[in-house]
């Protein structure tokens, strides 16, 4: 059995959005979120460059990252570490581009990271810490969630450029 449980691809693999905190040669923090972050297998984590210079980079330099997937409305979620192996142009590069194309994602993908997970933790709100259940915090994020869609008369755009693949 590897790192990864049921229960973390189950919500991984839900969620999909993935925030990767890399190191920047300066030593700098680097964070930017991945929408084709998914288990690859029980010891591994996978996302695609899409759009991803500045990861790319970083990684290419250093390959240590962590990795945070957090479903929004019950404020639970994972907190991962790992070491990254880009993946371009290769047998394994084209199993990984089919395996996407099959979840779905038609984006032009210029690589694919992998990543053996070294640690992984839970990361759950401090909204249950007075006691309230899963259930109480999900309908109170929920309605949130809701009224903010509303009152934007249902536009999501924030017309930024910045892109989250």
């Known amino acids: 059995m590897g790192i990864i449980t049921e ?3 189950a919500m991984v693999n839900g969620q999909r959005l993935g925030f990767i905190a890399t190191v920047c040669p300066d030593g700098t923090p680097n964070l930017s979120p991945k929408g084709t972050t998914l ?6 984590l996978v996302f695609a460059d899409i759009c991803s210079p500045t990861t790319m980079e ?13 479903d ?12 990254a192996r880009i993946v371009t142009h290769s047998a394994e590069f084209d199993a990984l581009l089919a395996w996407y194309r099959q979840q779905g994602v038609s984006s032009k993908i210029r690589a694919v990271v992998i990543v053996e997970v070294t640690r992984a933790a839970p990361l759950i709100s401090p909204a249950y810490d007075s006691g309230a259940s899963e259930d109480e915090v999900s309908r109170r994020w929920d309605t949130y969630y809701r009224s903010l869609r509303e009152s934007r008369g249902g536009n999501h755009s924030s017309g930024g450029s910045n892109s989250v693949s």
């Open 7 to 9: 229960d973390i691809r």
């Open 72 to 83: 929004p409305i019950r404020r639970k979620g994972y907190r991962f570490k790992g070491q």
């Open 58 to 70: 970083n990684l290419a330099h250093n390959p240590a990252l962590e990795i945070n997937v957090v």
């Open 39 to 44: 288990v690859w297998d029980a010891d591994h």
